[in-house]
């Protein structure tokens, strides 16, 4: 059962082999046994999930199931879930116990999943190890020693760990793909404006959306269909019709055009991570795939056009935590500007410190056009390359991340080493397109290597056919950590 | 570029985060170095680049002015730090 996929999980519910209070209690045991180790979760409530799991049973046997009615999904603690503590990783909210469902939970409610419970990420969503968390890191299941990426590295370690089946996670700049890279997981970034932002704690709107991880893309698939959906909630949200993401996992590759852009194949890729993605691309010829050159020039300046972008939007989303209507606010302060600025130094980390002071710097008067226009200048530029790559190719791959998963502290003492580390997954965000992760061979130490696969606006479900077939003819996406 | 001392100390004021003299130093030295690798961004000529504030270049939506969400005062302030009255507690602002 552990090493199920959602499909077989979803057979045995309907068939009445196991019922989802079995299945949720078998997850909650290893949860049990293992968090403590890696500490993926924040919060786990076996009674609130077994009751939930209880109500997926009903419906099981009223014969009102979908294919994910019973299924445990663990939920980053991002998004906000009625009647559960949702802290975003930060002493911000470490009271906040949330009234209201967003809108992916209030998806994955309708579709009868079962709340396994909120995972652990880097304070924010900002950072790419999960060591800015106030909950402490997660580890990485393959290597104790070593990060899960980040921010949703407890979304990632919890599947790799096999504690849960599924799960949700927010990608800012690589928040899904590079801890699914780093944790051998499947992960999907869908284009922005696919799935609701109402009720996930904001970073960077323009920015941020919501996506699946799982262990495979077809697990993917089913959770996308889930999730994604027109919200009038979310002013960004699109109203486009309903998609079934599963509808072409199993068309042909023949022909495929894949783009290789050349500057995310030139220096800082490690050897062990080349040599894996050289190899997934080989096999993508033999499956009738033909790979191409793009160029994406203006790449290189994706990460200071994000640390100028993401930071500034950061400042503006971030200026409601005052410590006046929810959250956090200090135990002794003078006047109400004594207490907003007791309250916000002691409740946010130094990298949310840091990044709201880069944006509440770059916003400022005389500072403006030339950080934060150049940076949206910047933005179209390189939104630009990708619509001239896209001319010639139907998808884009490289490596998710230069390197396989690093050792804790190996990048926290120089921020902008740790930026570095999103190189090859930040333009998509600014570009606005979709991105996606699957695990494609290991490297040094025995880690997961990530193939990043990135496709143009909605070709989401072409992206998963891609992956999808790929994880027919390979079995790296199978593979468990011996935790 | 590089910040000052008094531009640190300014930006937290803005930014309404406490920051003790040696905590501006440190933070000072780090944002400084972040900036370096921000600068590069100006070595590009973006001239008659129209800047892109958005993933979609779309028109917001408008709706009808009406009241659509239920009032839920009580779950709302229930995660307040200090309410009294149905009202939000803050020090006293006017004298």
Known sequence: MLNSSLKQLSAALAVKKISSVELTGLFLDRIEALNPAINAFITVDREKSLGEARVADARIAAGNAGPLTGIPVAHKDIFCAEGWLTTCGSKMLSNFVSPYDAHVIARFKAAGTVTLGKTNMDEFAMGSSNETSYYGPVKNPWDIGRVPGGSSGGAAACIAARMAPAATGTDTGGSIRQPAALCGLTGLKPTYGVVSRYGMIAFASSLDQGGPMAKSAEDCALLLSAMAGFDARDSTSLERPAEDYSRSLDAPLAGLKIGLPKEFFGEGMDADVRAAVEEALAQYRKLGAVTVEVSLPNSRLSVPAYYVLAPAEASSNLSRFDGVRYGYRAPEYGDLKDMYQKSRAQGFGSEVKRRILIGAYVLSHGYYDAYYLQAQRLRRLIAQDFEAAFQVCDVIMSPTSPSVAFAFGAKSADPVQMYLSDIYTISTNLAGLPGMSLPCGFGAGNMPVGLQLIGNYFDEARMLNVAHQYQQVTDWHLRMPAV | ?95
């Open chain 2, 1 to 95: 570029m590089s910040l000052s001392l008094e531009q640190v100390q300014r930006i937290a004021l803005l930014a309404r985060i406490e920051i003790s003299p040696l905590e501006a130093e440190a933070t000072r030295g780090q944002l400084n170095h972040i900036f370096e690798l921000i600068e590069e961004m100006q070595a590009v000529d973006t001239k008659g680049v129209e800047p892109m504030s958005h993933a979609q270049d779309l028109a917001l939506r408008l709706r009808e002015d009406a009241a659509t969400e239920e009032n839920r005062r009580a779950a709302f302030q229930a995660v307040a730090p200090e309410v009294e009255a149905g009202l939000y507690l803050v020090p006293k602002v006017i004298e």
